[in-house]
């Protein structure tokens, strides 16, 4: 019988989701999940580990602490509820299966965990991911709007190249060669992540078609290197300006760059360093306080 589990859970509102995952990722690694309740709408972020990295009081402290910094970029938090307790493995993995449900992103991808027997539309690619082993299971509107865009920008006739920057659980990059881009590269800072991601490609079929590598964005070479056709980078709005040239360095001149995961009232900064930098906002979109754009050069 396998030993309990320390579950360490945080409550918080819908819109303050993403900004929690963030910082779990950060403080515990994996496993993972996200419950989403659009009823309240609130989200419970937790993490599971087989012992707790620090005592118990001192994780609540970080906790609150870290609750302080997102209520201080404006953000409501919620009730905020803190919750630590022992749970058994197959408790919390049974629960995952009540609330990652299959869902599609238009007729073109679905997205289902390895459970689900959810069965394809006619010509729709199937990304398989469980909410235990990934680092985003696509279900936030920040990654379902780069998912969107990939689906409706794949070329029907020569395959467009793409770059994943900050891949997490590999999911733009596994969909991304499912709906048939070529050649598909991916890359993240956090060697967890990049480990999960390449067992996602496996599970997926798509390891040969994927390369996904462990990198710093910070030392991305300014000139030189490959360039794409479609760039995807989910980042926190300070990396996408501080890092915009190294990023824009990467887009071919027909190509076009999604950017996601940047808080509305930051989204201003982010459109005025890519609009200077000599590109045009195509597609935008928004939820509660999250925003999301794709960018191309003028024709």
């Known amino acids: 019988m396998k030993a309990p589990l320390w579950q360490i859970s945080l409550t918080t509102s819908a819109e303050t989701e993403e900004a929690v995952a963030v910082f779990f990722e950060n403080l515990f690694g994996g496993p993972l999940s996200v419950f989403s309740d659009a009823a309240t709408p609130t989200a419970t972020v937790s993490a599971y580990c087989p012992k707790l990295p620090r005592p118990e009081s001192e994780l609540r ?16 938090i919620g009730s905020g509820r803190i919750a630590i307790r022992r749970v058994a493995p197959a408790n919390w993995r049974e629960s995952w299966k009540k609330h990652f449900k299959p869902f599609e992103i238009s007729r073109a991808l679905l ?9 394809p539309r006619a010509g729709q690619a199937v990304v398989v991911l469980d909410p235990g082993l990934s680092f985003g299971t696509g279900q936030h509107s920040t990654t379902a709007f780069c998912l ?38 991916a890359f993240d ?47 926190t709005s300070d990396l996408l300006i501080r890092q915009a040239k190294r990023i824009v360095g990467r887009l071919r001149p ?43 050069y003028p024709s």
Do not use: M
């Open 254 to 296: 027909a190509g076009t760059l999604i950017v996601a995961g940047i808080l509305e009232t930051q989204f201003a900064g982010v459109l005025r360093i890519y609009s200077s930098a000599g590109l045009k906002l195509v597609a935008s979109g928004r939820d509660q306080e999250w925003h999301s754009a794709a960018f191309a």
């Open 61 to 76: 402290a970080r906790l609150r602490t870290a609750l302080k910094k997102v209520r201080n970029c404006g953000l409501n």
């Open 111 to 119: 997205v289902k965990p390895t459970w689900s027997g959810r069965r």
């Open 148 to 185: 969107e865009q990939l689906a409706a920008r794949r070329a029907s006739g020569q395959p467009l190249s793409f770059l994943d920057i900050g891949t997490g659980s590999g999911i733009l990059a596994i969909a991304a060669a499912k709906l048939g881009y070529e050649p598909v590269r």
């Open 189 to 235: 800072f956090d060697p967890a992540a990049v480990r999960v991601a390449r067992v996602n490609a496996i599970q997926n079929r798509v390891a040969k078609r994927v390369r996904i590598f462990r990198q710093d964005l910070l030392l991305l070479p300014l000139r030189g290197g490959a360039r794409f056709d479609v760039i995807c980078a989910n980042l």
